[in-house]
Nanobody, 127 residues
Framework: QDQLVESGGGLVQAGGSLRLSCAAS????????MGWFRQTPGKEREFVAA????????YYADSVKGRFTISKDNPKNTVYLQMNSLKPEDTAVYYC????????????????????WGQGTQVTVSS
C-alpha cells in the first residue's frame, strides 16, 4: 500500500524550531515532487513548500520564506520540513503530499495537483 506518514509535530514556543518528516512506503517516491501543506479549522488547505522530483528546485509560500526549508532524501524515501523562527500563526495540521511521477507542471501550489497525501501532524506554536 502506497502511503505517506508524517511525524515530528508538537508544541513549541514562538521562536523555536521543529523538523517534520514524511516517510513514504509502498512505491518509491524519489521520482515524485513533494509538498507540504497546512490547514487550520474552517480554512482551506494552504501551500507551504514544495520540492521538484529531481530535488533541484524548491518553492515556498511568502509567509514561510526564509524560515522554512524543504529537503528530499531519496535513498530514505523521506522528505523533511525544517521550520525555524516559528510563529503562533504557523499553528496548523501539516500534511505531506506527492505529485508525479516526474511531475512537470509549473504549479506546485495547488493541492489538487498532488496524488498522495499523508494523515497530517499537528504543529502548535505558543506565544
Amino acid at each position: 500500500q502506497d502511503q505517506l506518514v508524517e511525524s515530528g509535530g508538537g508544541l513549541v514556543q514562538a521562536g523555536g524550531s521543529l523538523r517534520l518528516s514524511c516517510a513514504a512506503s509502498g512505491r518509491t517516491f524519489s521520482d515524485y515532487a513533494m509538498g507540504w501543506f497546512r490547514q487550520t479549522p474552517g480554512k482551506e488547505r494552504e501551500f507551504v513548500a514544495a520540492v521538484s522530483w529531481s530535488g533541484a528546485s524548491t518553492y515556498y509560500a511568502d509567509s514561510v520564506k526564509g524560515r522554512f526549508t524543504i529537503s528530499k532524501d531519496n535513498p530514505k524515501n523521506t522528505v523533511y520540513l525544517q521550520m525555524n523562527s516559528l510563529k503562533p500563526e504557523d499553528t496548523a495540521v501539516y500534511y505531506c503530499a506527492a505529485a508525479g511521477p516526474y511531475y512537470s507542471r509549473s504549479d506546485y501550489y495547488t493541492a489538487r495537483n498532488y496524488d498522495y497525501w499523508g494523515q497530517g501532524t499537528q504543529v502548535t506554536v505558543s506565544s
